[in-house]
T-cell receptor
Framework: DTGVSQNPRHKITKRGQNVTFRCDPI?????LYWYRQTLGQGPEFLTY????????KSRLLSDRFSAERPKGSFSTLEIQRTEQGDSAMYLC????????????FGPGTRLTVL | AQSVTQPDIHITVSEGASLELRCNYS??????LFWYVQSPGQGLQLLLK??????LVQGIKGFEAEFKRSQSSFNLRKPSVHWSDAAEYFC??????????FGAGTRLTVKP
């Protein structure tokens, strides 16, 4: 399968714990995006990378959130000191460098904070 | 900044009936426009996209959408709905970098 993959698919954690999610984009894609989707809402943009550079961060991304893409390939999204309000689906997408390229989405990681 | 409004939270249609899902966008320049579908437990799948050219865009699964600049709209249509079309539909607008912002979605229910 050469699509976007995300791990884990589900994560249950207790409030206050740290969690980390991984996204593996389509191999030739240089842009990688993170979104958050809560129940009944559309995906909300969090941040994106062009290669290893993080070019934009949403105001939704509080200081407890950090994302990295150290070698311009896979990316990690870490949430520190999780809160119940962090419970959501975290989606990753990737696309090529041509503006007309499509963003391809992974299956998401569903986070539940107890 | 770009934004998207999907006025209908939930729509119910009978199988075989026609469908139109509304999408209005806000963006100062020529936008990139998309429709995605999300079935329960599935990832987002692209139905169609508009970047330039013909304002009537054909997509997968028999869907089409029309870009109307004067109305800032990009409505999704299908002439005859199938039960398998029941899902959540999201409209999105991309800026000059094709970085997307999504609407809140329209949930489609199909009656037998």
């Amino acid at each position: 399968d050469t699509g976007v993959s995300q791990n884990p698919r589900h994560k249950i954690t207790k409030r206050g714990q740290n969690v980390t999610f991984r996204c593996d984009p389509i191999s030739e894609h240089n842009r990688l995006y993170w979104y958050r989707q809560t129940l009944g809402q559309g995906p909300e943009f969090l941040t994106y990378f062009q290669n290893e550079a993080q070019l934009e961060k949403s105001r939704l991304l509080s200081d407890r959130f950090s994302a990295e893409r150290p070698k311009g390939s896979f990316s990690t999204l870490e949430i520190q000191r999780t809160e119940q309000g962090d419970s959501a689906m975290y989606l990753c997408a990737s696309r090529g460098q041509v503006k007309s390229d499509t963003q391809y989405f992974g299956p998401g990681t569903r986070l539940t904070v107890l | 900044a770009q934004s998207v409004t999907q006025p209908d939270i939930h729509i119910t249609v009978s199988e075989g009936a026609s469908l139109e899902l509304r999408c209005n966008y806000s963006y100062g320049a020529t936008p990139y426009l998309f429709w995605y579908v999300q079935s329960p437990g599935q990832g987002l799948q692209l139905l169609l996209k508009y970047f330039s050219g013909d304002t009537l865009v054909q997509g997968i699964k028999g869907f089409e959408a029309e870009f109307k600049r004067s109305q800032s709209s990009f409505n999704l249509r299908k002439p005859s709905v199938h039960w398998s079309d029941a899902a959540e539909y999201f409209c999105a607008v991309g800026d000059y970098n094709n970085d997307m912002r999504f609407g809140a979605g329209t949930r489609l229910t199909v009656k037998p």
